[in-house]
């Protein structure tokens, strides 16, 4: 079967749990971390590199950009999403409820290959786009001084 936009094939299902298991392995190492990242909803995350930059995609439909916090402390970026639940009408009765609704906060370490300096952000039919350029490694200048 021919790969839509020129993608390679995928390894989403040996990556997921390879990230499954760091998490898992990063709350044992750190308590702190395992209630980083909770809420009621989740977010589907891809990550994926081009020769310039690393980028993370999070699937929020439905969800406003004014109701979306992306923040960042050195190389962690937090994301945080408030979807509000908006019944049709006062006197609605669910036969089927299947979509979530509620707070998300989700913790990503960024790796430092990463420049953290110009990090941004899009938003675009339900999905937030990281785009994390690439730092480059630079020569640093070692000056001599002098004896006292």
Same mark, same amino acid.
């Given at each position: 079967?021919?790969? +839509?936009?020129?993608?390679?094939? +995928?390894?989403?299902?040996?990556? &997921? ?6 998490? +898992? ?10 209630? #980083? /990242?909770? !809420? ?8 994926? @590199?081009?020769? %310039? /930059? ?7 439909? !439905?969800?406003?950009? @004014? &109701?979306? +916090? ?7 970026? *937090?994301?945080? *999403?408030?979807?509000?639940? @908006?019944?049709?009408? /006062?006197? *609605?009765?669910?036969?089927?409820? @299947? ?14 290959? *990463? ?20 730092? %480059? #490694? ?5 000056? #001599?001084?002098?004896?006292?």
């Amino acid at each position: 079967m021919p790969h +839509s936009g020129g993608r390679k094939p +995928s390894f989403a299902g040996q990556y &997921n749990r390879h990230l499954d298991e760091m998490r +898992s392995l990063m709350r044992t190492l750190d308590p702190r971390l395992a209630a #980083e /990242d909770e !809420g009621s909803l989740s977010a589907a995350m891809d990550i994926y @590199e081009t020769d %310039r /930059d690393l980028v993370l995609e999070f699937d929020l439909p !439905g969800i406003s950009p @004014e &109701n979306i +916090s992306l923040t960042q402390r050195g190389m962690v970026c *937090v994301i945080q *999403v408030e979807k509000m639940s @908006e019944p049709p009408c /006062d006197q *609605v009765r669910y036969l089927c409820l @299947e979509r979530h609704f509620g707070r998300l906060r989700r913790t990503v370490r960024l790796p430092d290959l *990463v420049d953290p300096t110009h990090i941004h952000a899009e938003y675009s039919r339900g999905v937030l786009r990281i785009i994390c350029p690439k730092g %480059r #490694e630079r020569r640093i200048l070692i000056k #001599e001084l002098a004896r006292e």
